[in-house]
């Protein structure tokens, strides 16, 4: 029986490892509501000894705990769940000393993404610290894995982008209804998608009022999106990515384009997104006409899809909104913990998005 099932009430326990970040702020404002979680420790390693609804003034008298230097046998006496909520390269070392320590893990960086070691060394500049780790961990994209989430000890929340992505694109290629070698990946992201970090290109001067295309065909999150399409169908599959940055805080509106191979009208299509995700909570299909706005997700943990066809190129085009910091990061880290707890999964995610 799962602890937060028992006769007595009892609550899972969950820490936040890098609780100062946006995923990790984003993490408690999302937990603090949810009605089968106490949230027991906290860890930063700037904000060590800080309070934190000072660290997180948006928190005040909602939440008293302090944060702690990061100590694995402390977090793990006070946890069942753990999310890390820390940077790429400095999660899987954290994971190697808590999983021993029988704790359930949900890590929010890339560390256990990428199945393949050197792939993770091409993108990362490092050699993995856990590659045994790396066929254990389940990709925690519920809508796919949720499966395989039930029995996981250890979870990698997908990135932002490849999130919006696969979303959009698994139906296409589960039902070969496209073209696999023509996929085309334009998207926009807030600026809150590249962590709470002084940045030139992200000071208010810098990014208001501008939109700019960046990492153009070399974005971590390509060797990602290129490793779950493969997965989907059996056989390699490459994308052409271009991530965009604009200036507002948050939100991915990912526009993709693919050729179809079978005669496939608009309203085939949507037929088909509409029974493939007629049992997801979370994933929206829009009605004839209408297409996805970041603003008509934020702050909740919806995906959005819309769709058209281009009859005079034989292509479609998928358009797919959401918010980063939710369904793109900790929303659904908080959806995967629900699936491998016993919960139902929409558990403190019934948000609407927040308006305007």
């Not at 946890?79 to 704790?103: I, N, R, S, Y």
């Amino acid at each position: 029986m799962n602890p937060q099932m028992d006769d007595t009430g009892q609550k899972i326990r969950v820490a936040v490892v890098g609780a100062s970040g946006y995923t990790g702020m984003e993490l408690l404002r999302l937990l603090i509501n949810h009605p089968a979680v106490e949230i027991t420790a906290l860890t930063s390693e700037s904000y060590a000894d800080s309070p934190i609804e000072e660290v997180l003034p948006s928190l005040f008298g909602m939440l008293k705990l302090t944060c702690k230097k990061f100590d694995p046998r402390e977090v793990a006496k006070h946890a069942d769940v753990v999310f890390l909520a820390v940077p790429h390269k400095t999660a899987m070392a954290a994971a190697v000393e808590l999983l021993p320590l029988g704790v359930k893990v949900i890590d929010l960086s890339a560390d256990f993404r990428l199945r393949d070691p050197a792939v993770y060394r091409q993108w990362y500049g490092a050699d993995h610290a856990a590659p045994e780790l790396l066929k254990e961990a389940v990709y925690a994209l519920p809508e796919f894995y949720r499966q395989q989430l039930t029995t996981a000890r250890l979870a990698a929340a997908p990135g932002c982008y490849p999130t919006a992505v696969l979303l959009g694109l698994f139906p296409l290629l589960k039902r070969e209804v496209v073209d696999p070698c023509s996929l085309v990946i334009d998207a926009i992201s807030g600026a809150s998608g590249a962590g709470r970090k002084l940045d030139l290109p992200l000071h208010f001067a810098e990014l208001e009022g501008n939109v700019k295309a960046y990492k153009v065909a070399c974005h971590r999150h390509m060797p990602e999106i290129e490793q779950e399409l493969s997965r989907c169908i059996g056989r390699d599959v490459m994308v052409t990515f271009t991530p965009h940055l604009v200036g507002t805080v948050r939100g991915i509106l990912a526009t993709i384009t693919a050729t179809l191979v079978t005669s496939k009208d608009v309203k085939e299509l949507r037929t088909l997104y509409q029974s493939w995700y007629q049992d997801e909570p979370f994933v929206r299909i829009l009605p004839d006409g209408r297409f996805p706005e970041t603003k008509q997700v934020r702050g909740s943990n919806f995906c959005d899809i819309g769709l058209a066809v281009d009859a005079r190129t034989r292509r479609v085009i998928v358009v797919v909104a959401i918010d980063n910091l939710v369904k793109g990061a900790s929303g659904q880290a908080i959806q995967a913990m629900n699936v491998m707890m016993g919960l139902d999964e929409r558990t403190g995610l019934r948000l609407p998005p927040l308006f305007p």
